[in-house]
């Protein structure tokens, strides 16, 4: 069993920086991938970056490359996700994810086995 829970959801301007964080307990964190999705009112959730096990390998959807960084500690069971420049379009609920699996598809959420409830973040104009 696995409990994964965000934090550093919040109301932010336009431009402006949020660092999310997801903490993990249950299982041995280091050995997992993990990722960050977010779902917007109305919409599908959506990937957004994941990290493999050691953190040497990342993966960005093309909306965010440039704006967020994802890292982990593996020493405090926890990933990050450090968000700048954002955007009203980045108004969204955020969940932090953790998969058992190598090589699964990273965007497809169904791949991923555990998710925490998320975090809530709104970019105001």
């Known amino acids: 069993q696995v409990q994964l829970v965000e934090y550093g959801g919040g109301l932010v301007q336009a431009g402006g920086s949020l660092r999310l964080s997801c903490a993990a307990s249950?299982?041995?964190?280091?050995?997992?991938?993990m990722a960050w999705f977010r779902q917007a009112p109305g919409k599908e959730r959506e990937f957004m970056t994941a990290i493999n096990w050691s953190g040497g390998v990342t993966s960005y959807a093309d909306s965010v490359k440039g704006r967020f960084t994802i890292s982990r500690d593996n020493l405090k069971n926890t990933v990050y996700l450090q968000m700048n420049s954002l955007q009203p379009d980045d108004t969204a609920v955020y969940y932090c994810?953790?998969?058992?699996?190598?090589?699964?598809?990273?965007?497809?959420?169904?791949?991923?086995?555990?998710w925490g409830n998320g975090t809530l973040v709104t970019v105001s104009s």
């Open positions: 249950g299982r041995t964190f280091s050995h997992y991938a």
């Open positions: 994810a953790l998969s058992f699996h190598v090589g699964i598809p990273l965007g497809v959420p169904g791949a991923w086995d555990y």
